[in-house]
């Protein structure tokens, strides 16, 4: 099958991408770079089955040109890193929201099977375990970035299966939680890289507040000083 990966230069785009080319499967991505990196797909980069281009899905022109002749698209490009969010709140929300429409409005004219990737961020500040799809949301004032970003990413959703109630686009949506692993970086706030890198460097590692978290919470309190520990 030809592939098409949006945000394919990324952490997990890399490795979906390095994935699927050993299936033997034809892979296209496309990254701003914004947070993706070249070197991630440096030992890959050549196959002859690989093809990159750097730009953004907010392009439409680019992105059809990409999308045409596609059988799947794996929507993975996305504003990503709490401390990328808080710095470009509206490209974040531009990316997430107009670039997931661009994405399947796209793949709804080509006829392309579609993985849209949302987040856990969807249930908001909920204490309910386990979470449920259906689960209603709980969440914060619209003065914090996060919660911006949760509700882009639940516009995602309800455009998805928009698309698929409305236009009957075979669509998949896959909330993540917390991936982490090679080639991933702390440099936009994920923390266990940090943790990780700090501790192969025997350096403290900094938890906000002192590292207990609420019933139900994916996310330390955040307290005025920050926690040393070794």
Known sequence: MKILITGGAGFIGSHLAERLLKDGHSVEIIDNLSTGRLENIETFKDHPKFHYTIGSILNRELLEKLVHGVDQIYHLAAAVGVKYIIENPLLS??????????????????????????????????????????????????????????????????????????????????????????????????????????????????VIGMG????????????SEPLISR
């Open 93 to 206: 929300l531009k990316t997430n929201i107009v670039g997931t429409d661009n994405v399947l409005e796209l793949a709804n004219k080509h006829k392309a099977k579609v993985l849209i990737t949302s987040t856990s961020e969807i249930y908001g500040k909920s204490e309910k375990i386990p979470f449920a799809e259906q689960d209603d949301r709980l969440l914060g004032s619209t003065h914090i970035s996060r919660w911006g970003y949760s509700c882009s990413k639940a516009i995602d959703e309800f455009l998805a299966q928009a698309f698929f109630r409305e236009k009957r686009l075979p669509v998949v949506i896959v909330r993540c939680f917390n991936t982490v692993g090679p080639r991933q970086t702390g440099q936009y706030g994920m923390v266990l890289p940090k943790f990780i890198k700090a501790a192969l460097l025997d350096q403290p590692l900094v």
């Open 212 to 223: 207990s978290r609420p019933a139900g919470s994916r996310m330390s309190r955040v307290g």
